[in-house]
Structures are given as C-alpha cells and as structure tokens.
C-alpha cells in the first residue's frame, strides 16, 4: 500500500497543460440464458473447450454458455445479503434511517443493540462503530484530498485528521489523478505581442491552451496498484472490524479442471484471523471468506456492437466467475486431505537410471564414476590422500557450504512430490456457508475503473466435484428427486467427500433454504447463479456510503455465529487440518479421500484466463 505521495503526483489547480482526452465510462454486460443440463461426456467436452484456449483473445461466448451461468444485474443490497432468521439481528443496516435525520436512533430500534456473536467467538462490532465510519466516508472529496496533500483546510472548514480510511483516501487521490473530470477546467491563454524599438508589433499573439484540474493523464494511463491499493484499503477496513484481513494469495491463483490448471485473476482474498495468538503470529488463516478483482480493462465491445454481444464481455464475466469459482473449490476443501501430486507413485520414491552413455545425470564426461578402476576414480583417490595432512575445514566453513544452493542436478535426482496446489498457511474453511444445505454462497469484490461492485455466485456442491474430477453426480441428484444418493467410488481416481458428498447432513441431494430467508435454495446442481450489485461509484459520497454498507453486510453473514466450530488436529507434516463437528461427521468429508485436483497428471501453464 503507497503511504506516501509519488513525484509525479501534481497539485490540484496547478496551471499547466491539457492531459489528454478523459478515458470514457464503459461497463460489461452479459446476458446469456443458455442452460444445457451436463450428461454424459460432458466433461470431455468441456475440458476440451477449455483446453484451447491459449490467450485472452481465445475466449469466446461458448466457453461463458459452457458453465451454465444466469447473471442478475443491479441486485439491491438487501437481495444479495441473505436476511436473518426469525429473532436475529439483521446483519444489513438500514441505509434509508442512516442518512435522515434522527437516522441513528431509528437504527438502534431497529437493530438489537446487543453485540453478537461473531463464529471467532469474539463480538460483532457495535452499531456505533458503522455509523462512525459512515460519517468519515461521507466527506467531500475535497477536503480529503487537502488532507492527502497535507494542506490547509478550506475557509470555514475545520481541520480533518486522518481516520479509518486514510489509506483509502491516498489511493483515491491517486486514481482522481487520472479519472477525476469533476474539476476539469480548459481555457485559451493569449500571449501579449512583441513590439520592436520601432514600436511595430515584430510578432503577433499566439494562443496556447492551458488545464486546471486533478488529471495528469486519462484512465487507460493510470497504473493497476493504485486501484488495488484503494478498492483493498477500502475491503480491509470492514474487514478487520469482524476479526479478518486481506492477504495477497501466497501462491499463484488456479482453478482445477480435472487434469490441468487455469491460472485466474485473483487480487486479494479475505481470511479470517485465528483466535489462537501463537497461530496467528505465524501468519496461519482460515477461510477464504470472500475474494478481490481488479481488472484495468476500460472497452469491452466494439463501436458498432450492443451490449451484452462484445467478446471482452465474454471475457471480463469469465474472468469474475473463474476466480469465484476458485475460491469455491478452496472452501470445499474442508475435511480433506491434501494429497501432493505423485506421492506414493513408484516414481517419485524409487531412484531409476536408464543406463545410457554419458553416466548418470551429474556425473559429466571426465568426471568421477561409479567404476573404482576408472581413471577419475583413481585421480580422486589419490588428491582425497594427498590432502589428509592438511587441516580440517572450520565449523564455519563447513556451514557455509551446506548453505550452498542446490544444483540443479541434486534437484533433479531428489525424488519427492510436487508442491501441490495448497497453501499451507491457510486452513481451508467454508466459513459462512449454511451446513443444512448442498450450495454455498461465494462473494467476491469487483473492480474496473473507479467502481467497485459486490457480486454472490451460489454453486453446489457437485458443481465443484464435477469441475474437479469429471465426475456426474448420482443419477437421482440429477433428476432432482429427493432421494438418498448412493455412494460409488471411482476406481482410478479418488473423491473428495464421502458418501454423503453430494448432499448436506440431511441426506437430500437440492438442499433447503434456511428458515426466514425470502429466497429459496433449491435448484439444478448444474447451474451457477451470479447476482451482483449495481457499480459503486468511489469518488461519489453516497456511492461509497451504500458500498461499505454491503461491506458491511456480506461480513455480518459471512461471520454470524450460527456456523458449528470445527475441530482441528495437525498431522505429521504439522499442517493444519480441518474436521467438521457437525451432526453428519465431517463437514464436507472426514474419510480422508483426496481430490482428483491433488493428483493432477499435467500443468498446462500457457492456458490462461487473464493478461
């Protein structure tokens, strides 16, 4: 995060002149009700689609049509935040009585002024602390900036100190450098004319056009952190309010289609903070909670296209929905075990040489071999018993070249597993997600130019699985019945759940709404539903007011205490591992099966989804 101001960044009002033409507002829009329910061979089909895609410009209208998606727009902030149930307190503030008068008594009477639990045992953030935020977040631009430019405050104007959001306010500053108009002023400027000692004008007045403004360039021009740096200040400080912080992704952000993976789009993801002090100094997280994207794309389509028709549309919703179905596919990973790539295969533990010239890998031509008759063997012996008399090399010698850095000839003979794709840090946790239910909720934070939008995709949970492994869900799931579904396991792959995989503690296979919500649950396991909030404009008053009101309210429901604890034991290697304490066993599985994700047989690294 930038806490200091760049050389390049100018004052406001500095007469110099014109930037360039300011970047126009274009949003994406796509409308698709394509639904063609997965059968066999599905999965082949898919992968293949997917598989050649080789850069951004491979991305088509059939690869969006392929995932089954149903996009609604400009969702109010009440529809995308799940309501309570009866006798809970609502987790969305009433923006319609924050902003009249008297708005925060009628706040209070509506909303219990008892603090919460929150699912980290700590208590939810009294009313109190929103309205305050609010009230920071409704301050003039000016002002703001004055106090980013360490400036004297406007006439009238009480000095403002740095609150909550200063970081926010910085990175706000630098983006209206390059697309705030609101203060754009062009104007000609004459030049007087030269006379000679004759008193005849020797030059005429020339015109030169000249700017007072914020801009020193256009939005195309404006570099990607500073948006990052603004839209993560923003997250974080609703965040921290509910025991969570925003992390950049340790690892490199990629979802798993059966054998390959697809690098995505990911910013910054939410994590809740352990409780646990110990833990949480060694950096350990739990989640993901929800995630961040910020994209530099200003045109979406071309001159002559309708919206909705344009291929950069195609791409920036599957940009948005690959990088929620990734962190989808992280949450799921509750109760499971990581399995590395190749561990226990015979050939990532028994050492193997071919046989062919040259020796083994390391050993070059002249050099030492296996043979004690050869003629390197014999040089090596003779220098190993020339330097007997001489002294032993020092502790500190000897450290040092331990500390050596591996050759890649020792790397290339040291069997083990790959990596894998887990974080090691993060103990993987479905938080917020509804335990009586198969669909799970993935919000996720989205940001072109100076807006940001707060999007909810519901996904099912054998949505995931046949993402992962290929695998259709039992046929009685597919036919939507309510019927126990039967458990078989693939004999060349390993599953991620139990028998139960499909389906939450009740053994259905569609999953029932909670009790009080307004909107219902049930639906196909194969289609994906992305709602998502109207664009927040950052460098509007009330944009931003109603923006960290759904902040405010997606954390309120992500972290609401009705979720079970769960139970965690470390494993051998000392990773956490997580087990649900559900009525069920195991939260999403507890037999210690692994994902077809872990066993992957190829990386294909040029398949991508962004730039």
């Known amino acids: 995060m930038l806490t200091y101001l760049p050389p390049g960044a100018l004052p406001d009002q500095e007469d110099r002149g014109p930037p360039p033409a300011a970047t126009p507002l274009d949003f994406p829009h796509w409308e698709s009700s394509q639904y063609a329910p997965y059968a066999e061979g599905a999965a082949k089909q898919l992968y293949s689609l997917f598989s050649s895609i080789q850069k951004p410009a491979d991305v088509s209208t059939s690869h969006v049509n392929a995932l089954n998606l149903r996009v609604h727009y400009d969702q109010t902030l009440e529809n995308l935040v799940p309501p309570p149930r009866h006798g ?6 009433d923006g319609q009585n924050s902003n009249s008068e008297g708005g925060a008594s009628k706040m209070r009477d509506t909303h219990p002024t008892t603090p919460a639990t929150l699912c980290n045992g700590r208590e939810a953030p009294a009313l109190d602390v929103y309205e305050a935020r609010s009230a920071e977040l409704k301050t003039e631009n000016e002002d703001v900036f004055r106090l980013v430019q360490r400036l004297k405050p406007r006439a009238g104007k009480k000095p403002m100190r740095p609150g909550h959001f200063y970081k926010f306010w910085q990175g706000l500053y630098l983006m209206a450098s390059y697309w705030d108009t609101s203060q754009d002023e062009e104007y000609e400027e004459v030049s007087p004319s030269v006379e000679d000692i004759s008193g005849e004008e020797a030059e005429t007045p020339t015109t030169t056009r000249r700017y007072k403004g914020r801009r020193k360039g256009t939005g195309r021009e404006m570099p990607d952190q500073f948006r990052e740096d603004a839209v993560r200040a923003f997250v974080e400080t609703a965040a921290w309010l509910f025991g969570c912080q925003v992390s950049v992704p340790r690892l490199a952000p990629r979802i798993t289609l ?12 939410v994590f809740r903070i352990s409780t646990d002090r110990q833990r949480a100094r060694q950096g350990l997280v739990e989640g993901p909670v929800m995630g961040m994207q910020c994209r530099s794309e200003t045109q979406f389509r071309a001159p002559d296209q309708e919206p909705g028709t344009g291929r950069g549309e195609a791409l920036d919703i599957l940009r948005e929905v690959a990088a929620m179905l990734l962190l989808a596919q992280e949450r ?6 990581l399995v590395k790539p190749g561990e226990g295969k015979w050939y990532t533990c028994k050492p193997r040489w071919g046989g062919g010239p040259g020796g083994e890998v390391g050993n070059v031509a002249g050099g030492i071999s296996d ?3 050869s003629t390197a063997s014999k040089n090596a012996a003779t220098a190993a018993a020339a330097g007997e008399g001489k002294p032993k090399a020092t502790i500190t010698q000897t450290s040092r070249a331990r500390s050596r850095k591996q050759s890649a000839a020792d790397a290339y003979k040291k069997l083990q597993p790959g990596a ?12 917020g997600k509804q335990r009586d239910s198969s669909f799970d909720y993935i919000f996720l934070v989205s940001s072109i130019n100076h807006h940001i939008a707060i999007l909810r995709l519901k996904v099912h949970r054998a949505y995931i699985i046949f993402l992962e492994t290929g695998e259709l869900p039992p046929s009685d799931l597919r036919q939507h019945q309510q019927a126990q579904p039967q458990h078989h396991q693939h004999q060349q792959q390993p599953m991620p759940f139990h028998s139960s995989r499909y389906s939450p503690e009740d053994g259905t296979g569609k999953g029932k709404a909670r009790e009080g919500e307004g909107e219902g649950q049930e639906g196909p396991w194969d289609v994906i539903e992305l709602h998502r909030s109207k664009w927040f404009d950052l460098f509007d008053a009330d944009d931003r007011v109603e923006a960290f009101r759904g902040m405010w309210g997606v954390m309120a429901w992500l972290m609401r205490s009705d979720q079970p604890r769960v139970k965690e034991h470390r494993g051998n290697d000392g990773v956490g591992r997580v087990l649900g304490a559900g009525p069920g066993g195991p939260a999403g599985g507890g037999n210690g099966s692994s994902s077809g994700a872990s066993t992957l047989a190829a990386l294909d690294e040029d398949v991508i989804m962004s730039d």
């Not at 809970?88 to 503030?93: I, Q, R, T, V």
């Not at 059966?258 to 995505?264: C, D, E, R, T």
């Not at 799921?332 to 075990?337: K, L, N, S």
């Open 258 to 269: 059966q054998s390959s993976l697809f690098a995505v789009r990911l910013n910054y993801s």
């Open 420 to 431: 894998g794709t887990w974080d090691p840090h993060v103990t993987y946790e479905a938080i």
């Open 332 to 337: 799921a990973r509750e109760g499971r075990t």
């Open 371 to 373: 043979d004690p008759n």
């Open 88 to 93: 809970e307190a609502a987790f969305l503030p």
